[in-house]
């Protein structure tokens, strides 16, 4: 079994996230970057299966040079080896022009099984599985909460707001996983000291038969075309209970159309 798990280096959620003013792009030079929360359980669901059923387990990240430290960080996990797509002409690349770089790195490697969080903290827009399905031709799993794999059959449970959904498809296919799945595991010392010997191939654009001009910000199908700051915190309001204070609190509210 032969898994692929996607792994995103973000601005650290609980930090200040900002974007540079000279193109509107995430400050990632900047920021406190770390591994996509989520993409740590959908590695945690990858060593699982290969713990169960063997195989190997391969990194795969499109990113700034930084990203390094998130694949080291997957590799000590127990992640096998890793690939790690960098080029100057990412940057400010869209999800479709990211997913066309992801699908051609794929199409370098021997997988049955490409697993990756539901949703990056950055952007948020939780397309990276479906618009893989499209460019591979293979079926796409989302938002699961179980993951089961039965000879060459994905089956998962997918998450919803009243319950979830029981739902299958043939090998090879793209999975992607909440933090519900399981927990992940802390790297452990042994595991960071291999992780350091553990290969990790570089690869560009060139080196993935795609045009520079393609990707990027120049060409991206959406961009942050202006943005402020967060405006400053205004002095809180003070009720008086005079016997009415209830009454004055859920007036305040309702005024706030927060009820």
């Given at each position: 079994m032969n898994i692929v798990v996607l792994v995103k280096q973000v601005p650290d959620s609980g930090s200040e996230r900002k974007l540079d003013p000279q193109d509107n792009t995430v400050a990632r030079a900047t920021a406190d970057n770390v591994i996509n929360e989520m993409d740590e359980y959908a590695i945690e669901e990858a060593l699982t299966v290969k713990e169960a059923q063997g195989g190997e387990v391969t990194i795969l990240t499109v990113g700034p040079d930084t990203a390094t430290d998130a694949i080291r960080k997957a590799l000590s996990m127990g992640a096998d080896k890793a690939v790690h797509v960098s080029d100057p002409a990412i940057h400010g690349a869209c999800a479709p022009q990211t997913s066309a770089i992801i699908a051609a790195a794929l199409g370098q490697l021997d997988y049955d099984l490409v697993l990756c969080g539901a949703e990056s903290t950055d952007g948020q827009v939780s397309v990276m599985p479906a618009l893989l399905s499209e460019r591979l031709g293979i079926p796409q799993l989302s938002g699961a909460r179980k993951l089961t794999i039965e000879g060459g059959t994905a089956k998962i449970e997918r998450q919803t707001d009243g319950g979830y959904w029981a739902l299958e498809a043939p090998l090879p296919a793209v999975v992607s996983t909440w933090d519900t799945i399981n927990e992940p595991r802390y790297p452990s010392f042994k595991g960071i000291m291999a992780a350091k010997k553990k290969p990790v191939q570089n690869l560009t654009l060139a080196d993935l038969g795609i045009d520079p001009a393609s990707v990027g910000l120049a060409t991206a199908t959406s961009k942050v075309v202006?943005?402020?700051?967060?405006?400053?915190?205004?002095?809180?309001?003070?009720?008086?209970?005079?016997?009415?204070?209830?009454?004055?609190?859920?007036?305040?509210?309702?005024?706030q159309k927060i009820v």
């Open positions: 202006d943005f402020a700051g967060r405006p400053p915190k205004g002095e809180g309001v003070k009720v008086t209970d005079e016997g009415d204070g209830a009454d004055k609190l859920v007036g305040y509210l309702a005024a």
